[in-house]
């Protein structure tokens, strides 16, 4: 009985050290819980101190690229539009992170919607990416229909959508590659499709691809650079729209297509 009582000692002694372990953990939880609410608040606060900036920068470099200020030399306006362009893809980094901050917080997309027809938006995001085509020489085909019904959305999200699936295409796609964007009335539902002939995507990562930081193939990603955001972003846009998308790919090096629905309302 001896050894019984040194057992049950023993086993005390154990279940004690089982209680303050676990009132440490959730003691050090509560404090990470805290931390990581502090970072979230800091990225927040951070994001919006240096957009608030950037406004004005961007701002007064389209005026001098307008030439609103008087005709400026070639290489001048050359240079403001560089400037231009840098300052809007800051711009979109920092909105990334003022994004996941929201995010994280578990906070609602808001929508200022609009009446929009969603095959301006295309050849408008077409016009723009332009350069960057003609100088990867790819081959783009847009085929929507010009008499697609208005959406009632907003706006600035939807092209920031079709922005990121377009964006994708041409920086998955190689050299000489396909784009092909066409839209359709389905249902009571406008479908839009961004097809590449480009790296592709395996099987098992066609959800995945849409989770927060997800990038597959970590190095030739980085290598075309992004956060691994916009897919997330593409998701929670389409869906608060009350619509649905996927990404559907017949393997590896052999294209991808984004499809999403957004209704007729
Ligand atoms: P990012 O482009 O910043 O990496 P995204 O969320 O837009 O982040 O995309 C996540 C990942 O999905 C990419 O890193 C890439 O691996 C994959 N992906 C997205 N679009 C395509 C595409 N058109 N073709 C092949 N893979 C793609």
Same mark, same amino acid.
């Given at each position: 009985t001896a050894e019984l009582k040194r057992t049950q000692q023993a086993t005390?002694?154990?279940l004690e050290d089982v209680k303050r372990d676990k009132e440490t953990i959730d003691k050090l939880y509560q404090?990470?819980?805290?931390?990581? !609410?502090?970072k979230t608040e800091f990225m927040s606060v951070i994001s919006h101190e240096l957009r608030t900036p950037l406004t004005p920068i961007l701002g007064y470099t389209q005026f001098f690229k307008d030439e609103k200020f008087g005709r400026l030399a070639p290489e001048y306006k050359e240079s403001a539009a560089v400037i231009e362009r840098e300052g809007k893809h800051l711009l979109s980094l920092i909105d990334?992170?003022?994004?996941?901050?929201?995010l994280e917080r578990g906070g609602e997309i808001t929508l200022e !919607?609009?009446?929009v027809f969603i095959n301006v938006l295309v050849n408008e995001l077409l016009e723009v990416m332009r350069p960057e085509i003609e100088t990867r020489q790819i081959e783009v085909k847009a085929e929507l229909p010009a008499d697609l019904p208005a959406l009632q959305?907003?706006?600035v999200k939807i092209r920031r959508l079709l922005a990121n699936l377009l964006?994708?295409?041409l920086k998955f796609t190689p050299r000489g590659g396909k784009l092909d964007v066409s839209g359709a009335l389905v249902g009571g539902n406008i479908e839009i499709r961004v097809s590449d002939n480009g790296v592709g995507l395996a099987k098992e990562n066609l959800d995945k691809i849409f989770e927060k930081f997800s990038q597959i193939d970590g190095s030739s990603t980085r290598a075309a650079g992004g956060l691994g955001l916009g897919l997330a972003f593409a998701r929670e846009i389409v869906e608060a729209h009350g619509g649905q998308i996927r990404a559907e790919s017949p393997g590896l090096g052999l294209g991808s297509t984004f499809i999403f629905t957004l209704p007729v309302v």
């Open positions: 005390m002694h154990l404090d990470m819980k805290g931390i990581d !609410k502090m990334s992170i003022l994004d996941v901050s929201r !919607k609009e009446p959305v907003d706006p964006g994708n295409a």
